[in-house]
């Protein structure tokens, strides 16, 4: 393992993001030591010029892209325009670029949001085209799911081996809790343990808590990233979970629990729900290289609130 990664020159963006510092920390656990992990000061993937100027001054053998523009339902609301152009432009520069300069593999992070808003679960990537995304984040899933079609026309003409990594929703230490930018997971940690300091009584969350989703703790994810960087090279794209589906009303009472909160949990139903159910098949991933997600839905969430509240208290 170690002499696979050892020198290897290797290009993540998004490197000091959620997701990817974790990445890094799993590249590293590994050997890799050649790892190039820029900030958005350093290269802008929106920029061609700069994008191919950086790849020919560093010269990765392996791009693992990912970088994205990202937020929950109420983010994806206020900016739809911004999450297609930016995400979309980011990959299809990077690709193209990482083409010409001959890297030898690219690795693309897409997401769970880019499967049809009604798929038969769980969702097996062959059901990826079989219908439009859940509303409120179709630009979002629509602009990663031209990336998958991209590598999929330049591995038939150029012989680019990309590949296209669905992962279900993450979550962990490290996370966003920006009130306007989170997921469901830190949004609902960080209303549960603010309100409980207030003495506020209640919390309350969007939609009605029916939806179902499947979490996938950040290093597992990593791990599995890492080990499709090493293991698969298929046009197919491939699902990365742990095929565990909780409704968010469950969701919202074990993060209550975890978090020490006592009060009353109130839905507003007059806010949007989301997809309605999602959990994927990972046997692709399973079968490809023997990828099973070690993390329970509840030692994740301790581990999560437990670094919240030290980052609180730091801060």
Known sequence: MTSLWQDRRILLTGGHGFLGTAIRRELASRGANRIDAPSHSELDL?????VRRFLADTRPQLIIHGAAVVGGIGANQDSPGRFFYENALMGIQLIEAARVAGVEKFVCIGTVCAYPKHTPV???????W???PEETNAPYGLAKKMLLVQLQAYRAEYGFRGIFLLPANLYGPGDDFDERTSHVIPAMIRKFIDSDERGDGFVELWGDGSPTREF????????????A??????????NLGNSAEVTIADLARLIAEKSGFRGEIRWDPS????Q????????RARDAFGFVAKTPLNIGLENTIAWYRTQRAHA
């Open 276 to 283: 309605p159910r999602r959990r994927l098949d990972i046997s």
């Open 271 to 274: 806010k949007p729900n989301g």
């Open 130 to 132: 079989n219908g439009y």
């Open 46 to 50: 929106l920029d061609p010029s700069a």
């Open 229 to 238: 960087a090493e293991a698969y090279d298929d046009a197919e794209p491939m």
């Open 122 to 128: 769980p969702f097996r990537e062959e059901n990826l």
């Open 216 to 227: 996938l703790y950040v290093d597992d994810a990593a791990n599995a990233i890492v080990t």
